[in-house]
């Protein structure tokens, strides 16, 4: 004990700033690093490289302050150092997922891949700016300081990097899987052609229909988008656990605009039917940056200019 | 876009032109258990057109 505290005496104001700087940047990636079963990475050494990266984000970040307290300014250059790095883990993870997808039964999609690889790159700037900003109070105002620094980041990065999800822009009801003649419908929207009796009795038995209706023209916009309809399918099959095989060509999961009113029309072939867990399964269905759009509001201003 | 690999149906004579091999059934009941073989076989979904014909279309997306 006395040693610590021989420790922190001793220690050099700088010291202490890096040290604690990474330290909160490594916690904050550690926090980020949520990898749930639906998620990427969700093995060992998946996780052993991020956590590794986001060691020397925090290391980056956290060094930036004493070095250029210290006149060094070139300092500046580590961290486009650590961005190029970064911009690789991105390259990695689009790599990664888009060789896997190809073997899922149910794809993620390009737009989810791009999504989570956009997620993992900028989580590791969350950690880098953590830590710099950490480090900063710490030499400025000293042990206490950085450490009251990094309570507050801690649970702040958590609530930046939490991004909307489906249930913000749809509401979400059951609805009845039925067939007339070859058509499968959900509800009234029309999914696809089965033309066997077999497969519409097994789609009949395993299916969930849903329909997410749009709160807004925002939010058909997005909702149109085939992308984030991928996701949900996706996400769904992950969750719920998914009554396909290859070979079993007229048993897909499938996501269907209704044009006239754009709402979407959801077939899921799920072997969990629980109806809780299948509404908290879409509700938390994260909205797709490439697929978020906001033309009320581009059509309002341009009506003002035009005015 | 789909690609018709195969129709099976029973009526030969309302199905013309080429692409795809058409399979004749005697019955319905024969022509849809055709139709679930070759769905099987091909790994193409059996979709019905009209009433007497079942079009296995490959839907296989392009490679990237």
């Known amino acids: 004990m006395n040693d610590w505290e021989g420790f922190w005496q001793a220690a050099d104001q700088d010291v202490i700033a890096v040290v604690l700087g990474t330290a909160v940047g490594v ?23 991020h956590l590794s990266l986001g060691l020397i984000a925090g290391a980056l970040g956290a060094l930036a302050v004493p070095a250029l ?9 580590f961290l486009s150092l650590a961005a190029q790095q970064f911009r690789e883990v991105r390259n990695m993870e689009r790599n990664t997922l888009r060789a896997i997808d190809g073997q899922e039964l149910v794809p993620r999609g390009d737009s989810y891949i791009e999504g989570i690889a956009v ?6 700037y969350v950690v880098m700016l ?17 450490l009251a620094a990094g309570a507050t980041i801690l649970p702040a990065t958590r ?27 959900v509800g009234d929207i029309y999914m696809m052609n089965v033309g066997l009796e ?58 269907k605009l209704e044009l006239g ?7 899921a072939l799920a072997r969990e039917h629980d109806r809780d867990k299948v509404l908290d399964a879409v509700r938390n269905v994260p909205l797709l940056e490439a697929a978020v759009r906001h033309p009320v509001r581009a059509n309002r201003k341009g009506k003002e200019r035009s005015d | 876009m789909g690609r018709i690999v195969a129709v099976v149906t029973v009526r030969r004579e309302e199905v013309a032109g080429g692409g795809g091999p058409v399979f004749v059934a005697g019955s319905p009941e024969e022509a849809e258990r055709l139709a679930l073989e070759l769905e099987k076989v091909l790994d193409c979904a059996a979709s019905r057109v009209g009433a007497h014909h079942f079009v296995l279309i490959d839907r296989t997306p392009p490679a990237r």
């Open chain 1, 27 to 49: 916690i904050t990636r550690v926090l980020l690093l949520r990898s749930d079963y639906r998620q990427y990475p969700a093995y060992p050494h998946g996780r052993l490289i």
């Open chain 1, 69 to 77: 307290m210290a006149e060094e300014y070139t300092a500046i250059t």
């Open chain 1, 119 to 124: 997620v993992f790159e900028g989580r590791n």
């Open chain 1, 130 to 146: 953590a830590s710099f900003f950490v480090s900063l109070l710490s030499v400025w105002l000293g042990l206490w300081a950085g």
């Open chain 1, 159 to 185: 609530l930046l990097m939490r991004g909307r999800k489906v249930a913000d822009i749809a509401d979400i009801s059951f609805a009845p899987v039925r067939m007339d003649e070859a058509g499968v419908y």
């Open chain 1, 198 to 255: 077999a497969d519409r009795e097994l789609i009949g038995r395993a299916g969930i229909g849903l329909v997410l209706s749009p709160k807004n023209d925002d939010a058909r916009v997005t909702l149109a988008h085939a992308g984030q309809r991928q996701a949900i399918l996706y996400d769904l099959s992950a969750r719920l656990g998914v009554y396909r095989d290859e070979g079993e060509p007229a048993l897909v999961p499938m996501a």
């Open chain 1, 261 to 267: 009113t754009g709402r979407v029309g959801v077939l």
